[in-house]
């Protein structure tokens, strides 16, 4: 789950972590309100939406005066905000973050987040603070600086020692760096964060750090153990399809491809994906109906999948461990006299109940229902039923 960058910062603070003065605003009024309470000569106006490159999409501007403030939160707000990660759409801006200039000697990268091939946490720095990090990790990588944390141990002196030491701090910078890398692990660690990125953190001239900006994610799956941080989840931010995915226990990603995928799996979901992409074809979504998938959730899957107007034609590929082939059929058999499925529906059942499953298809009779004998050729068939629809 991701969270604006107001909540994020105001969890920093509760963990003892330095951000600069700032409020959120949801008009024009409140924005000089903020603006007015917040003792400064300058400020900075940050759109709050789920998506970085907010600064050069015109989502983050500077203000000299309370009446440049006023100006700037009408136009910034109820704007479509286009970067780099929202697509060509854009988000609509909602929130503003009014915020106080911070005096800036040095700009640093300061991340955290689980090392997939360690299987632990790796806390991340680097000297080029407010870029891109993937672009300096590619381009320059010896600038990046890695430490790795084992949770039975947890953060350590040595650990902060290793970072200040890499991006080349006196003693006083390295005290400060170290009280601000032991709240955040912290943070990361009480809350179940997956992800806790500072870009900028800065070096005031008084040499301590403050959190410019921040944007944490949280673990979908330990939400239920921080009522507080799921009150934080700003619904308006989501994908509706995805979100009324959720509601049914369905995990469905909206991609831009014209072969609607449903599988049951995580893994069957990429191989999926990856052998229509093989066969020529491009995925329209990720829809996993799960190890318990009935014939109600496929029918969801269905209805929630035919939404997106790019669907062209629909592979149903599913492996019966646990969950019955002859249910799977039955639900798309319920999804044909429900909803009005006009796109060709390619598929590959297999496993428990395959051969049951296999007559229920062919006794109804449904002249878009094709039925394919393995992973490969029913991605071939949705390939060729996607561009002939």
Sequence with gaps: MNIHEYQAKQLLKNYGVTIPHGKMAETPEQALEAARDIDSQKWVVKAQVHAGGRGKGGGVKIASSIEEINT?????????????????????????????????????????????????????????????????????????????????????????????????????????????????????????????????LV??????????????????????????????????????TELEASNFNLNYIKLDGNVGCMVNGAGLAMSTMDIIKIKGGEPANFLDVGGDASAETVAKGFEIILRDKNVKAIFVNIFGGIVRCDRIANGILDAAKKINVEVPVVV??????????????????????????????????AVKAAQEF
């Design 72 to 200: 700037i939160a009408e136009n910034m707000l109820g704007m479509k905000l286009v970067t780099h990660q929202t697509g060509p759409k854009g988000i609509l801006v909602q929130k503003i973050y009014i915020e106080e200039v911070a005096p800036i000697k040095k700009e640093y990268y300061l991340g955290l987040v689980l090392d997939r091939g360690s299987e632990m946490p790796v806390m991340i720095a680097s000297t080029e603070g407010g870029m891109e990090i993937e672009k300096v990790a590619a381009e320059s990588p010896e600038k990046i600086i890695k430490v790795i944390i084992d949770p039975l141990i947890g953060f350590r002196n040595f650990h902060s020692n290793a970072l200040a030491h890499g991006l080349g701090l006196d003693k006083e910078q390295a005290r400060s760096l170290s009280k601000f890398t032991k709240a955040l692990y912290k943070l990361y660690k009480e809350k179940d964060a997956s992800l806790i990125e500072i870009n900028p």
């Design 203 to 240: 070096l005031k001239y008084d040499n301590t750090f403050i959190a410019l900006d921040a944007k944490i994610n949280f673990d979908d799956n330990a939400l239920f153990r921080h009522p507080d941080i799921l009150e934080m989840r700003d619904l308006s931010e989501e994908e509706p």
């Design 348 to 381: 590959r059942l297999d496993g428990t109940n395959a051969e049951i499953a296999a007559v229920i298809l062919k006794e109804a009779h449904i002249s878009n229902i094709i039925t394919a004998y393995d992973l490969a050729d029913g991605a071939e068939k």
